[in-house]
């Protein structure tokens, strides 16, 4: 798993980490600070940083294996987006009723994509 993934990940479940925990998460991928300097920062050993983010970020995958909210939500996106596309294209029809269904849908899928 990447850092953007991690990040993702954080944005969604990183309130329930200990407050240490997203210390040391955002000095490492926020402010992209080095293993040591973080070490430095925090007055702990470089590998007592390594092994708390490896902790923190073995956390985060098993929140989102648990819950799978980040899936669900990004599923949720790119359905509105492919609701809106069709609707688009309907908004255009010369039925003024299909029109103003797909204003309706479009108007619906804005709301989901927010």
């Known amino acids: ?11 969604y479940y990183g309130n329930l980490l200990t407050p240490r925990q997203r210390e040391c998460f955002e000095l490492r991928y926020d402010q992209d600070l080095s293993l040591g300097e973080i070490g430095e920062e925090l007055g702990i050993s470089r590998q007592g940083v390594h092994d708390n983010l490896s902790r923190t970020e073995a956390l985060l995958r098993n929140m989102e294996q648990k819950t799978g909210c980040v899936r ?10 492919t609701i809106l596309t069709a609707a688009r294209q309907l908004r255009d029809h010369s039925d003024t009723a299909v029109s ?3 204003e309706q849908i479009i108007a619906a899928a804005q709301g989901l994509e927010e």
């Open 1 to 11: 798993m990447d850092g953007l993934e991690l990040i993702l990940l954080y944005d």
């Open 72 to 81: 669900r939500d990004q599923n949720c996106r790119n359905a509105a987006r």
């Open 100 to 102: 103003r269904l797909a």
